[in-house]
């Protein structure tokens, strides 16, 4: 659980979180140009007053705890649903960027398995 592949893993996931969920608050990263439909979800979700900025905290929120090392399988699966999401607007709404999606998805899936053995409690009945 604790290998050098897990750790790197772990700690890019964890700044790309950190990256993002900031570049939510501070728009530090010129993003290229979206298409419309992406654009008005982003923006209802800005409008919203709230949403935009309460997944930027859970990504930060994330993020500390990847580099931290502190309840990493929790961490993971309160990312899940942020990693599909994430994924989902990519492959819908803005094809283009897809790439980053991808890979934060199959970070968190693959450390998902890397901590299996605190998931399996889980799955006992």
């Known amino acids: 659980m604790n290998s050098n592949f897990t750790k790197i893993l772990r700690m890019l996931l964890g700044l790309a979180l950190i990256i993002f969920g900031l570049n939510k608050f501070f728009d530090f990263m010129n993003l290229f ?3 419309t439909a992406a654009a008005n979800f982003i923006e209802s979700l800005k409008t919203s007053g709230y949403v935009f900025y309460l997944i930027a905290v859970l990504e930060i929120g994330v993020g500390l705890l990847l580099l931290l090392n502190k309840w990493v399988p929790f961490a993971l699966l309160v ?3 942020i990693s ?12 283009s960027d897809a790439y980053i999606a991808i890979i934060i998805a199959v970070l968190n899936t693959i450390l998902i398995f890397k901590y299996w053995k605190a998931y399996r409690p889980l799955f006992q009945y």
């Open 79 to 81: 990312l899940v649903p």
């Open 33 to 35: 140009e979206m298409p």
């Open 84 to 95: 599909l999401n994430i994924l989902l607007f990519h492959l819908f709404l803005n094809v």
